[in-house]
């Protein structure tokens, strides 16, 4: 069978499974749509927030980075992963005890105030909007290569499945379909990873095979990955920084900060039973995600191994254009890979000096996507891989539409301004608010502002200077009041999207930056996407400073804060 047909088949049946799941599990309530009746295993939720969390970014891109940045792509492995650690220890077990719906609710609960609950709700929609372009992104990259399709068919396409699964079934909906989406994308990773690793180095596990002699030699795949990159003029693989050693570090702890505030991932941990089930489903969560975390540096480095290997097979032998592989000219089609003969001798050739470099453009998402064609693996692995990075980009597209969809009806109407409304309006208000969430994303997912990775770093960067220290604050500080809390939230995320769109543009929109992309104009030299540990800094400090100079926070929500940091004696999710 070729590849097409069969391409076709294994996404359609993923499709239609992710469907059926969304109408059997129908919402009928808004505690199934918001917090899917708060019954879920732990085990089970791990699984499904796993799946939430392994975005396209993860999927698609992470990898990417990791081959084109080295070392400094290391980042993203140690940020994301450290983060779900501070969130499973200090957050989540808290905020299930807690026991409502939404991150903005304990805000504006625990800080006594309607605005401050508004401002939480501000600061949500705009972190899970950029979170979402990337997710558009992997969605677009997958589909036009796979299915042939243009990167904007292919986009709209994946808004309607999610449009089906997610407006129908809600978090009950979403729930199951992700758990099925984690098997999915897990096997469609570690599968490929297993073959290539089996092909260069001989050992199956491709964690150990990173560490490993190339087959037949005595040469390690990454002494040889060193020599080959050096050559051609790039920087040593295994210890190129990220810029600088404070940057890596500022991205890191940006990265992690900003995991623990993700409101997307925070609201799973309100669909289980108990507050020891909220730490349990967190650690269950991290061991499924370490399988592709783990995995995800291999799969980088033998990328970059067998690209540089397919363009110059042997020192100074350059691959000629016409004998290109069949998986090179079906990247160009997508427009994600392109070649420009410069010297006019018909040969490809690569190198880190932009005049005399050939291969003018690798799009780093495509790497993953790419792997298995390169390796000449069977075409049911790459028919595999492409159900696999659809099942990403779409489990993390719903969660955080359904952030999205929470925050307006439940947050801002229900709580707010008409809270008169019953349950079935509130649910049908939920259902619009997203289907307005998926039409908004698709939209500005037709003009992402870079690679997926990159797009979702800057999304973790304003969780962390807005969500996660007012989450922090308002659980493990008692002085913090509502003029801290607002005034905190405000000047974090201010600071960071003003450092933001001055180097990226307003809105991301090319054209509008108004100091440029510029290193010699980043803070410390800082990149925009590691800004957000700053930003939270700011939000600290500026919360403490205003709580200091108003007045104390008032008793019965001293006892409130109190309540919730004692682990015994939590009910059950409350009803509303």
């Not at 095979?209 to 790039?234: A, K």
């Not at 069977?378 to 099942?391: D, F, R």
Request: with cysteine; net charge neutral.
């Amino acid at each position: 069978m070729d590849l097409q047909t069969l391409t076709y088949i294994v996404v359609g049946f993923t499709f239609a499974l992710y469907i059926g799941i969304a109408i059997w599990s129908r919402a009928g309530s808004t505690k199934e749509f918001y917090v899917a009746g708060g019954g879920i295993h732990p085990v089970a939720n791990g699984m499904a927030t796993a799946a939430d969390w392994m975005s396209a970014a993860s999927f698609i891109s992470m990898a990417g980075m990791i081959a084109f940045m080295g070392y400094g792509g290391s980042v993203f492995l140690m940020g994301w992963t450290g983060g779900f650690v501070i969130l499973a220890m200090l957050l989540a077990p808290y905020l299930r005890k807690y026991g409502k719906f939404t991150v903005p609710e304990f805000i504006g609960d625990r800080f006594y105030s309607k605005a401050a609950r508004a401002v939480a709700v501000v600061c949500l929609i705009i972190c899970s909007v950029t979170y979402v372009i990337g997710q558009m992104k992997g969605i677009g990259v997958a589909f036009s290569r796979f299915l042939e399709v243009s990167y904007e068919t292919g986009l709209l396409v994946g808004m309607v499945i999610v449009f089906f699964y997610a407006v129908l079934g809600g978090m009950k909906g979403i729930t199951y379909t992700q758990i099925a989406q984690y098997c999915v994308l897990i096997l469609a990773y570690t599968i490929p990873a297993i073959f290539i690793s089996l092909q260069l180095t001989g050992n199956p596990l491709p964690q150990l095979g990173l560490g490993s002699t190339l087959s037949g030699t005595d040469t390690f795949l990454l002494d040889r990955l060193d020599q080959t990159v050096t050559e051609l003029g790039f920087k040593e693989y295994t210890t190129d920084v990220r810029l600088s050693t404070l940057n890596m570090f500022a991205y890191t702890l940006s990265l992690m900060v900003g995991t623990a505030g993700l409101p997307h991932v925070i609201i799973r941990f309100f669909t289980v039973p108990k507050v020891r089930d909220a730490r349990s489903s967190a650690g269950w969560a991290l061991v499924f995600i370490a399988v592709l975390y783990t995995t995800a540096p291999a799969v980088g480095a033998m990328a970059r191994y067998n690209i540089m290997n397919t363009v110059e097979p042997e020192p100074g032998q350059y691959l000629a254009y016409e004998e290109r592989p069949q998986w090179f000219k079906n990247w160009e089609k997508t427009g994600l890979l392109g070649y420009t003969d410069k010297n006019g001798d018909g040969l490809i050739q690569y190198s880190a000096n932009k005049e005399t470099n050939e291969l003018t453009k690798v799009d780093n998402d495509i790497l993953v996507l790419a792997n298995p064609e390169i390796a000449k693996l069977p075409n049911w692995v790459i028919a595999l891989v492409a159900a696999g990075g659809l099942a990403a980009a779409l489990s993390t597209a719903a969660g955080l539409l359904l952030a999205i969809s929470s925050a307006i009806s439940h947050d801002l109407l229900k709580g707010m301004l008409t809270p008169d409304i019953d349950e079935k309006q509130e649910l049908m208000a939920s259902r619009v608010a997203m289907a307005a969430a998926i039409a908004g994303a698709g939209y500005l997912g037709f003009n992402p502002p870079g690679f997926a990775a990159g797009t979702v770093a800057l999304a973790f960067g304003l969780a962390a200077s807005s969500i996660f220290p007012a989450l922090m604050m308002g659980i493990f500080s008692k002085r913090v009041n509502k003029e801290g809390a607002i005034a905190g939230m405000v000047a974090g995320i201010g600071v960071t999207l003003l450092y933001v769109f001055q180097h990226k543009g307003i809105m991301f929109i090319q054209g509008t930056e108004f100091l440029g992309s510029m290193s010699p104009n980043w803070f410390m030299g800082i990149e925009p996407n590691a800004f957000g540990c700053i930003g939270a800094i700011v939000n600290f400090v500026v919360a403490f400073a205003v709580s200091s100079v108003t007045k104390e926070v008032p008793d019965e929500v001293q006892e409130l804060v109190e309540n919730i940091r004692v682990p015994a004696g939590a009910g059950m999710a409350q009803h509303h």
